[in-house]
């Protein structure tokens, strides 16, 4: 098992709160504006801060010919799918249902990892993904029924996870020699070019002036997901095991759903509560320091 440094325990930390404060911040902003364009528009303002992040701390762009088709694969299965699938469940689903959906990642990546890479896990981390699960239905205990009527956001919700999950492990592999942040900045821009396109042809009939709910929203994303925290999560999932980097970042459903709660009225039972602590486990079976061995 994995024991993080204070400066993952730090980039863990702010971004989870990022992370899951966004759900309902981008439910509001799918309300009032496509959401494709929505997304598409968060990324054409958080590009330029990224690329200011890059030049304050003397990363180089350039990324060598060879690296550009394993990283064409690396934006789609980490980002391309991603996006696409789950600002569109989002506007279907509430949103810490969403959240709770998109982060069954852990679960598929553990299942990825040990079909079709070997990874061997060890019984407590097993053990930390059936807790996941079980955090997970449980978040979801209230919501079949709703569920059940909303097959295409569900289905959305999950591809999306599960092209995540995929990315992550291969992320953790690749051969790229760049830099984490030059990475993640190359694969954000061929995102927006993504969004963008798809934007346009598919929304480019409902495109307004946004009003100020969208605005903030936009600017909400641009700096803090795309600006920071996509970053941030790659260079977690780089350099940490899959598995543990995926079940650390658990709590942040559960935080979506609490701050949709108290943000947009959804209810909180009982289930909830009980999940926190089902995700608590989880995250301490990755990342709670091992006994050492004895001689």
């Keep these: ?110 299942l990825i990892g040990a079909l079709f890479f070997c990874a061997v896990l060890a019984r407590r981390a097993w053990l930390g993904v059936g807790a996941a699960a079980l955090g997970v239905l449980l978040l979801l205990w209230h919501e079949f029924s709703q569920l059940a009527g909303r097959p295409g956001g569900v289905a959305l919700a999950l591809l999306g996870a599960a092209a995540w999950a995929l990315g992550t492990q291969l992320l953790r592999r690749t051969r790229i020699a760049a830099a984490t942040l030059t990475i993640a900045f190359w694969m954000t821009a061929l995102t927006t070019v993504v969004m963008c396109v798809l934007a346009t042809v598919f929304e480019r009939d409902q495109w307004a002036m946004p009003n100020f709910t969208a605005w903030w929203t936009m600017v909400f994303n641009a700096l803090l997901i795309f600006g920071f925290a996509h970053a941030a999560w790659f260079s977690l999932a780089r350099s940490l095991p899959p598995v543990a980097s995926t079940l650390s970042v658990m709590f942040i459903p559960v935080l979506g759903v609490f701050s949709g709660a108290a943000w947009l009225g959804e209810s909180v039972h009982w289930q909830d509560w009980t999940a926190v602590a089902l995700m608590v486990a989880a995250i301490a079976s990755v990342l709670w320091p091992a006994r050492p061995a004895h001689a």
Excluded at 42 to 48: A, R
């Design 1 to 110: 098992m994995h024991q993080l440094t204070p400066r993952q325990i730090v980039l863990l930390v702010l971004l989870t709160v990022v992370w899951g404060v966004n759900w309902p911040v981008m439910k509001l902003g799918v309300t009032q504006y496509p959401a494709l364009s929505f997304r598409a528009l968060s990324m054409l303002m958080g590009l330029p801060v990224l690329a200011l992040g890059l030049v304050v701390l003397k990363v180089p762009f350039r990324l060598p010919r060879k690296d550009w088709p394993e990283l064409l694969l690396l934006a789609t299965t980490n980002m391309f799918v991603w996006h696409v699938c789950i600002i569109l469940a989002v506007r279907t689903l509430s949103s810490g249902r969403a959240a709770i959906l998109g982060y069954t990642m852990p679960i598929f990546s553990a």
